[in-house]
Nanobody, 124 residues
Framework: QVQLVESGGGLVQAGGSLRLSCAVSGRTLSSYVMGWFRQAPGKEREFVASINWRSSNTRYADSVKGRFTISRDNAKNLVYLQINSLKPEDTAVYYC?????????????????WGQGTQVTVSS
């Protein structure tokens, strides 16, 4: 089993920045892909970014390229999502997810473990 706990969300003005963290515990992650998804009210959960734990290769949704950066800290078992130039449309609950198969996917059903989410609210 893998446990994921997100933190770092909050209320921020448009143009601001946040860094979300995902604390990972329970299993060695060297073969995993870690992902961030978000879900806005009334909308489906959507892929944001993912990172291969071993290679650090990354993937991003087109809508966030250039503003979001995913990274991981092996020593601390943390995954980060740096969010810059926030927009009101970035308002959502952000979820950390883990996929036990090391091939990238953008579909939420491809991930095996999920955190409880952290709220990001961007005011205009």
């Amino acid at each position: 089993q893998v446990q994921l706990v997100e933190s770092g969300g909050g209320l921020v003005q448009a143009g601001g920045s946040l860094r979300l963290s995902c604390a990972v515990s329970g299993r060695t992650l060297s073969s995993y892909v870690m992902g961030w998804f978000r879900q806005a009210p009334g909308k489906e959960r959507e892929f944001v970014a993912s990172i291969n734990w071993r290679s650090s290769n990354t993937r991003y949704a087109d809508s966030v390229k250039g503003r979001f950066t995913i990274s991981r800290d092996n020593a601390k078992n943390l995954v980060y999502l740096q969010i810059n130039s926030l927009k009101p449309e970035d308002t959502a609950v952000y979820y950390c997810a883990a996929r036990s198969f090391g091939i990238f996917t953008t579909t939420s059903t491809g991930y095996d473990y999920w955190g409880q989410g952290t709220q990001v609210t961007v005011s205009s």
